[in-house]
């Protein structure tokens, strides 16, 4: 069986845009993700808006997380790992 959280619009039974399926069907996936830029993730909530109307399409959030990420000095994007994955300095 198909486990995955199914569209709003498929649900609907009505004829729907595929591409932003694809868009919903991508942020949805990543829902859990938490990325600590606000930006990001309210761009990720815009991805999977119930109203496809109001969903943003593959163009638009590609543009505005580029917008975001390009906007920000690249020492900002460094994040400290969390859990399992975390390193320790090792000065001599």
Avoid at 74 to 84: H, I, K, R, V
Wanted: glycine share 4%; proline share 8%; aromatic share 8%.
């Amino acid at each position: 069986m198909y486990m995955r959280q199914c569209p709003p619009e498929v649900e609907s039974g009505r004829p729907y845009d595929p591409f932003k399926l694809d868009v919903w069907q991508l942020a949805s996936s990543l829902h859990e993700f938490k990325s600590k830029i606000s930006a990001i993730d309210e761009t990720l909530a815009a991805m999977t808006d119930d109203d496809a109307v109001c969903r943003l399409d593959a163009q638009q959030a590609l543009d505005r997380l580029g917008h975001i990420v390009s906007s920000m000095p690249p020492e900002s994007l460094l994040f400290e790992p969390e859990g399992a994955f975390k390193f320790e300095s090792h000065t001599n």
